[in-house]
C-alpha cells in the first residue's frame, strides 16, 4: 500500500532527517560518507541546488527525473533531478525552482516549496548539492531544453519505495571491484548523489509514515519520451507509458 500524501512529506522535512544515514543505503561502495570529512568540505564548497518535484498524475504521486544527452562533455546520460549551480546571491530554494524551469518548463510561481534534504557534497568537484523537495497541484506542462536533455521520466513516487526497483551491480574502479547500488527505472540506472538524496528521502518518509508505505505496492505506469526540439514549441507532448 501506498498512501503518501503532500501534507505527510512536508509535515516529515518539518523534524530530524536521517542525514548520511539515509544517503547510505544508495551510496556506492566506493563513496564512505565520513561525518567529519563531509563537515569540512562543505564550508568552502562550490553550491547548487537541486529540485525534488512531486506532483499527481490521475491521483497518483508523481516525481521527474531527466537523463542528460549523451554528447555532452560533463556528465553525458546522467540521470537527475532538475539543477545546477547557484547564480548570485540566490537562496537554496530559488536555485532549485530556477533551474527546473530553465531546464524542463516548471513554472517557478506554482511550486511549494516543501522543504529540503541534507545537502550531499561531492569531493571530487567540490560541490555541495542542496536537495529542495517541491510541491505543484497540476502535472507541469513540460518544456524541456533540447541543448541539455534527452529523456524526461515520470517516475511513481511508490516505485522508490519498492525494493523490487533497488538493484546492485559490481562495478571496478581503481584496480578493484565494487558495489554500486541503484534504482531500476526502465532500462535507466538511477545511482550516485541522486540515488542518494532519493535514499535519504526514502528513508525519512518510512521512519515517519510506516503506516502508509508497505506492501503490497501496486504502481501506475512509468511515462516517459525522448525530448525533441519540437516537443519544445508544442507545449505539452504525450509521453509514452512504460
Known amino acids: 500500500m501506498f498512501s503518501l500524501t503532500p501534507k505527510d512529506i512536508k509535515q516529515a522535512l518539518t523534524g530530524p532527517l536521517p542525514g548520511l544515514r539515509g544517503q547510505q ?5 566506493f563513496r564512505p560518507l565520513d561525518p567529519e570529512s563531509y563537515e569540512e568540505g562543505s564550508k ?3 553550491r547548487a541546488a537541486v529540485l525534488l518535484l512531486i506532483y499527481p498524475v490521475d491521483g497518483h504521486l ?3 527525473l531527466t537523463e542528460r544527452r549523451h554528447d555532452l562533455t560533463a ?12 547564480d548570485g546571491n540566490e537562496t537554496v530554494t530559488q536555485t532549485a525552482i530556477r533551474e527546473a524551469h530553465e531546464e524542463i518548463g516548471v513554472e517557478p510561481d506554482a511550486v511549494e516549496a516543501l522543504g529540503r534534504l541534507t545537502h550531499i557534497y561531492i569531493p571530487p568537484s567540490h560541490f555541495c548539492i542542496q536537495i529542495v523537495v517541491g510541491y505543484t497541484p497540476r502535472r507541469p506542462q513540460w518544456c524541456a531544453n533540447p541543448d541539455e536533455i534527452e529523456t524526461l521520466i515520470e517516475v511513481p513516487l511508490s516505485m522508490l519505495f519498492d ?3 533497488r538493484r ?3 562495478v571496478p574502479r581503481d584496480g578493484r571491484d565494487w558495489q554500486v547500488r541503484y534504482f531500476a527505472i526502465n532500462d535507466h540506472k538511477v545511482w550516485g548523489a541522486t540515488a542518494m538524496a532519493l535514499g535519504e528521502f526514502v528513508t525519512l518518509m518510512e521512519e515517519t509514515s510506516p503506516d502508509k508505505i508497505h506492501p503490497p505496492f501496486s504502481h501506475p505506469p512509468i511515462r516517459e519520451y525522448v525530448v525533441r526540439e519540437e516537443l519544445t514549441r508544442e507545449g505539452q507532448p504525450s509521453p509514452t507509458p512504460s
Open 44 to 46: 568552502t564548497c562550490r
Open 25 to 29: 543505503i544508495m551510496a556506492p561502495d
Open 75 to 86: 556528465h553525458p546520460g546522467q540521470i537527475s533531478m532538475p539543477g545546477g549551480s547557484r
Open 62 to 64: 508523481y516525481t521527474v
Open 168 to 170: 546492485v551491480i559490481t
Open 163 to 165: 525494493p523490487a526497483f
